[in-house]
DNA sequence: ATGCGACTTTGCAGAAACGCAAACAGAACA
DNA sequence: TGTTCTGTTTGCGTTTCTGCAAAGTCGCAT
């Protein structure tokens, strides 16, 4: 069992610092915090499965405490779309919140997750109980609203070139790495997944990234995208003229 | 001032069976609902006049009571695109349920409109004291996250026709009244308001709609649109075979 | 070391949709 | 009753992006 020993992250015994420093808990004290950590469970998800799936009923709520998370949802037919990745600090899993008895999409861990875990009902509870639990929620709720907004916004009004740019520019800025090759994203990313983030195919992002990587823009490799030129690459995706 | 002899709709002594039957007072005894309308400051809008606008402070939230909203946002370089469409009993403006201290986005009055208007700051007070507005507000915000999320996916993985076909179904769904020729969407929508929703070109929608109308889906008109064959063009937008 | 499976690259043909431009139609207004 | 303005239609050239096919590359397990 890997990830195992990571560092300052073990979650044998439940401490209250594990979940202070986050943002749906800021503003509970230490009492607070620790009924919360009594009902939590921890998990631990390997890569590539599943944390809940669409349309399965919504028993839990979780907190990524260490992983990244993808968020999913298929079509009738199949296809597939990201909605967005989860990082550590993160609340997902929040149908109750929303009023809702099912999961409305898939999560799933991109590389070994920590997570704790609360049994649904509790959401509400602990919304009574600590205001500012539920208030934070709900602005993270409103976020997600704005992000999807603006998501359809880009997908509405901007071409494949500039919503690939768009997308490696957010996920650098959520779970970028300084390297000395440029900022690296920090977790495995397919050419497909970054379809599936756009609305386009795997064959036309790997022709972008050729090309970007010939203009020194990004450096790529299997499973791993880092941008050596993230400013460039802002310039590109904003109202920039195309290539010269 | 037209729109004044509106039927019921006699907003000059607020009662509260203005609003009792609305989802979102649901569950207030008669005594609440006077607690609310007392608050409250009846609003005419004329047709294509802005509620508020994108990026303004958040000073109020409303309620529809008649006519029909369109919320828009435009991106940097002037483009717009339409994010959805508000009937009667709905809220909108609720940026401060959100946590928001300006609006994300301009709602303006596609017919003339009939609001009731509260100041920002009683939102927090009236989901305190009332517990089921909250509750039913955070649905609605829930259900809006769900449908941008919805919209994406579609934007994502269908192409243009389909897009357009759904929207109109939407609408139709929403706003439509049956006539002895279809369902016709009640209010005034041009081929670029539907460019708009489903981010292509009036140009892509008005070749559209004439394919359509040649094939006896629709019936069209300046700034009207009527469903002569829902079920035909359900079929078309899910995955009926094209054109034989 | 070798073979398998995955992810990736690349070429090419073709479809989908855009962009421009011009003509058209209908409503509103004087 | 004309005139203007806004919304709509339509043709044509062009770009963008897809879809398919095939080959290449890399990591991993045996």
Tied chains: 1, 2.
Excluded: N
Aim: aromatic share 6%.
């Amino acid at each position: 069992m890997r990830g195992q020993a990571k560092g300052p992250l073990d979650v044998s015994r439940l401490d209250r610092t594990l979940i202070s420093g986050l943002p749906p808990f800021e503003g509970l004290d230490a009492a607070d915090l620790d009924t919360v950590l009594q009902s939590a469970r921890p998990l631990r998800m390997e890569k590539d499965t599943a944390i809940f799936e669409q349309d399965g009923e919504a028993h839990s709520f979780f907190v990524l405490l260490d992983g990244k998370v993808r968020v999913v949802k298929s079509t009738v037919d199949g296809q597939q779309v990201i909605l967005r990745y989860i990082v550590p600090g993160e609340l997902l899993g929040i149908a109750q919140a929303l009023g809702r008895a099912t999961y409305p999409a898939t999560a799933i861990a991109v590389v070994d997750c920590v997570l704790l875990c609360w049994p649904g009902r509790l959401w509400s509870q602990f919304a009574a109980a600590f205001p500012a639990f539920g208030t934070t929620t709900y602005k993270t709720v409103g976020a997600r609203l704005s992000d999807m907004q603006a998501q359809v916004i880009e997908m509405a009004t901007e071409q494949v070139e500039r919503r690939v740019a768009h997308a490696l520019l957010r996920l650098a800025h959520q779970s970028g790495r300084k390297t000395d090759k440029g900022v690296l994203i920090d977790f495995p990313l397919s050419r497909q997944d970054i379809a599936e983030m756009t609305g386009t195919t795997l064959h036309t992002v790997s022709r972008l990234l050729t090309a970007w990587e010939e203009r020194g823009l990004v450096s790529g490799g299997r499973m791993q995208v880092c941008l050596t030129d993230p400013h460039g690459l802002f310039v590109l995706a904003e109202g920039g003229p195309g290539r010269t």
